[in-house]
């Protein structure tokens, strides 16, 4: 399933379908610190921008405030062509829920509520927020465990699952609320090694069939496959923003330069 039911052998590089989430001046700041400064972005629909940086530089922080999670301090969250939120002014309420529902989180640490099964997770948002009917969400849950080779799993919890059937079960969640909008944050950076191609690869379908997606994480050699921009992020600005190719082999800021040193050669 995608937002608009595209062939799954639609092309990455198919030609973007407008503006979906612009970003002017997003500042946040936690007491003195000031962990965002002034970014700016934006992605079109069936996009895939990856953002890269240290830790630290504010690349969660974004990510939190683009879901609504965190509340920005200051600039303007544009979704579609008809939901702004400027952060100077507060958004009220019910702009934050619409941001909220509009886009969907895909946890590092997966998030998921210890004492419901995986089909009561991935139920909870679109039943309990959404208030859709809960036959069709279960059905629609159903055939999206069996599509990441779940469905056998649908009554577990999640302390029986792997770390990696439980990043799926994750994405599942963010799937059936239908957003516009999908927010990974380091989805694979919990995982152990063996088990980080199995997420990959299913962002990398999802990517395929057209989902809108920003992509906070460390794996470079997926931000090369799959992104069609890479963001560098440092000091809570973005750096340098370019093609993958550009900015991952051919970077023209000295900090990003120096980052990608200090990834490829640690030691």
């Given at each position: 399933m995608s937002p608009t039911d595209p062939s799954p052998t639609t092309p990455r590089t198919a030609p973007p379908g407008g503006l979906v989430l612009e970003v002017r001046g997003l500042a946040k700041s936690f007491g003195d610190n000031q962990v965002l400064r002034s970014v700016d972005l934006?992605?079109?629909?069936?996009?895939?921008?990856?953002?890269?940086?240290?830790?630290?530089?504010?690349?969660?922080?974004?990510?939190?405030?683009?879901?609504?999670?965190?509340?920005?301090?200051?600039?303007?969250?544009?979704?579609?062509?008809?939901?702004?939120?400027?952060?100077?002014?507060?958004?009220s309420k019910r702009q934050l829920a619409a941001l909220r529902d509009r886009s969907a989180m895909v946890f590092q640490h997966y998030n998921l509520f210890p004492h419901k099964t995986v089909l009561e997770n991935i139920m909870e948002g679109p039943v309990v927020v959404q208030r859709r009917k809960p036959a069709e969400v279960r059905a629609e849950a159903e055939a999206l465990?069996?599509?990441?080779?779940?469905?056998?799993?649908?009554?577990?919890?999640p302390f029986e699952?792997?770390?990696?059937?439980?990043q799926r079960v994750g994405i599942v969640r963010a799937l059936a609320l239908r957003p516009e909008v999908l927010l990974f944050d380091e989805p694979t950076s919990a995982l152990d090694p063996e088990?980080?191609?199995?997420?990959?690869?299913?962002?990398?379908?999802?990517?395929?069939?057209?989902?809108?997606?920003?992509v906070v994480t460390h794996e470079l050699q997926f931000a090369r496959e799959v992104a069609h921009e890479v963001a560098f992020v440092d000091g809570g600005t973005i750096v340098e923003r370019g093609a993958p190719e550009q900015v991952l082999r051919n970077p023209t800021h000295e900090r990003t330069q120096q980052f990608l040193r200090r990834l490829l050669h640690p030691f």
């Open positions: 934006s992605v079109q629909r069936g996009q895939v921008l990856a953002i890269i940086g240290p830790s630290g530089s504010g690349k969660t922080t974004a990510l939190r405030c683009l879901n609504g999670l965190e509340v920005a301090d200051g600039g303007v969250i544009t979704v579609g062509d008809d939901l702004t939120l400027d952060f100077a002014s507060g958004p465990l069996a599509r990441v080779g779940l469905a056998d799993k649908r009554d577990a919890f699952l792997s770390g990696g059937q439980q088990l980080v191609g199995d997420v990959l690869g299913l962002m990398k379908e999802l990517a395929l069939e057209g989902w809108t997606m920003v």
